[in-house]
């Protein structure tokens, strides 16, 4: 919502905030995360099922705060207006139309250049038809785990689920040009592990843990610490 982006942004200085954009049924894209708007909205539909007018008049309910659901090009704007940079997730569904990535190119291309926005998404074909629309986005390949290292993928960056990453799957995203961000980081123990490890981002829930723990990590490494990670 446009209140939580104001609010993290003006309280804890991200350098970006991670949010998702999916398409709705007039070929609009709208803020949200859940594939199923019930949970947050009570309507059981999903986002591609409604119009962005109809979006816009549901009340996203969370923590106790009701908020309106947001239009990718309002939450842009707001953006804007904090100087603020986003990472802006691409969320895919079989009810996309098959020029969702064209469209959304034509719509925000000049916009995310122009404020230093960048892009990821779970599914590859995304990854691979931004990079080709404009090899000047900087586009992230998330993945829920690793196997067997870094997948060979036009991506600029991995974005992995920290729990099954190592430092040698760091190391080979590096020799290969690519940086490697991790999800979702919320304790200081995985925070410092992921910056021992030579991460190049960490996304998180708990910003005031998260720039809690970089200060410090600012500080000389001590053997201790190498030792425990």
């Given at each position: 919502t446009l209140a939580s982006l104001e609010k993290t942004s003006r309280t804890y200085h991200p350098d970006y905030v991670e949010m998702d954009?999916?398409?709705?049924?007039?070929?609009?894209?709208?803020?949200?995360?859940?594939?199923?708007l019930k949970q947050l909205t009570g309507v059981n539909k999903a986002p591609q099922d409604?119009?962005?007018?109809?979006?816009?008049?549901l009340t996203v309910t969370e923590n106790g705060v009701k908020e309106p659901?947001?239009?990718?090009?309002?939450?842009?704007?707001?953006?804007?207006?904090?100087?603020?940079k986003l990472l802006i997730e691409i969320k895919n569904s079989k009810?996309?139309?098959?020029?969702?990535?064209?469209?959304?190119?034509?719509?925000?291309?000049?916009?995310?250049?122009?404020n230093q926005h960048?892009?990821?998404?779970?599914?590859?074909?995304?990854?691979?038809?931004?990079?080709?629309?404009?090899?000047?986005?900087?586009?992230?390949?998330?993945?829920?785990?690793?196997?067997?290292?870094?997948?060979?993928?036009p991506a600029d960056f991995l974005t992995m689920e920290y729990s099954t990453i190592n430092r040698n799957f760091i190391n080979s995203a590096h020799q290969d040009g690519k940086k490697v961000y991790v999800w979702t980081v919320n304790d200081s123990d995985g925070i410092s592990r992921m910056m021992f490890?030579?991460?190049?981002?960490?996304?998180?829930?708990?910003?005031?843990?998260?720039?809690?723990?970089?200060?410090?990590g600012d500080e000389e490494v001590t053997y201790s610490d190498k030792l425990l990670n």
């Open positions: 954009v999916q398409e709705t049924k007039d070929g609009q894209f709208v803020v949200m995360h859940d594939f199923n409604l119009t962005l007018e109809e979006l816009e008049k659901v947001v239009s990718f090009d309002a939450y842009l704007k707001k953006a804007k207006e904090l100087n603020q009810k996309d139309s098959k020029d969702l990535i064209e469209r959304f190119v034509q719509k925000y291309e000049k916009t995310i250049l122009a960048i892009l990821q998404s779970l599914t590859y074909q995304t990854v691979s038809d931004l990079k080709e629309a404009n090899p000047e986005f900087y586009v992230g390949y998330i993945l829920p785990f690793n196997i067997v290292g870094p997948p060979i993928t490890y030579g991460v190049d981002g960490i996304v998180t829930d708990q910003m005031g843990i998260l720039n809690e723990t970089v200060q410090k």
